[in-house]
């Protein structure tokens, strides 16, 4: 009889957790569900999680568009040099110092952001924003420029026994804030992926900084500054093999560079060519600057 009434009760007691914990999970679904049925997919609408929802305007860079936006801001990388004005690029015997190893002569353009108005339909419009450039030229001879003299001169490195000396590098940095002018014309106004555009106009710009680099073979040596003629004009020492002298070297304060630009989708190539001399009248050798390149990352 005992036997009985405790299977009884432990029979009820599991009867009422049972009851109690299906309350309470109708209880949760109640609150967490929606109310329609698990197997009604069609129920679901916007909460429905597929892949059918993936779209390529997730990304930012394939966003589409709702005005016209130009190809100005990223970062660039480009190969640049100078011309005379009858586009030669061979400067002997006049100023042998200036002739350039093009393929180490890099420009880098840093485009931090752009200001972009519409001017017909999304399709043609104006760019401008800041822009900053630092031009590389390296010299294929060793030749050491003067900052400090009325117009620029150059002389040959020569060692103590008469020898040149073969400087590892020897190069001018020119640093400047671009303004760029830009008309630009684009068949797709409002997907960029899918996009050719083209743009002229100008770069105006002001140099910011300037200054030559030589890499000396060794130092605490005597070296000399020889003309043409193998005469000697002065006498130096170097106390590191890298040697940095910042100066204006008679460039132009200012700059204005005609600019063309072409591309498709985020390939963009671009060129320019200076309309103002290099260096600054009657200080210089008439030279004009050109750059020719690629955009690597634009925004």
Known sequence: MKN?????????????????????????????????????????????????????????????????????????LGIGGYVTPDFNMNFYPSYPYMNLNTARSLTVNLNPFEINANLCKNHFGFTTGIGFQISNYYFTDNYVMLKDSSTLVAYRVQDANGNPVSIK?????????????????????????????VALGVI???RIGTYTKQIYPDKNLTYYLVDDNGKKIASYEVD????????????????LDAAF???????????????????????????????????????
Request: glycine residues 6%; charged residues 15%; proline residues 6%.
């Open 204 to 206: 105006a710009g002001v």
């Open 261 to 299: 630009r072409i591309g498709w989708s985020h390939l963009n190539l671009f060129a320019t060519y200076s309309l103002t001399e290099m260096f600054q009248k009657n200080q210089g050798p008439e030279l004009y600057p050109f750059t020719v390149g690629i955009t690597l990352l634009g925004w």
């Open 4 to 76: 009985t009434l405790r299977i009884s009760l432990l029979s009820l007691l599991l009867i009422l957790m049972a009851v109690s914990v299906n309350a309470q999970n109708k209880n949760w679904h109640s609150k967490h569900m929606p109310p329609w049925p698990m197997n009604d997919s069609a129920a679901w609408g916007p909460m429905k999680c597929s892949m059918d929802d993936f779209s390529m305007n997730d990304f930012p860079f394939c966003k589409n568009k709702k005005r016209y936006n130009g190809h100005w801001a990223g970062v660039e």
């Open 240 to 255: 590191h093999y890298l040697v940095r002298d910042r100066g204006a070297y008679h460039l132009a304060p200012f700059k």
């Open 169 to 197: 590098v020897n190069k001018m940095v020119a640093s400047y804030l671009n303004i760029p002018l830009l008309f630009e014309y684009q068949t797709n106004p409002f997907r960029r992926t899918s996009s050719f555009h």
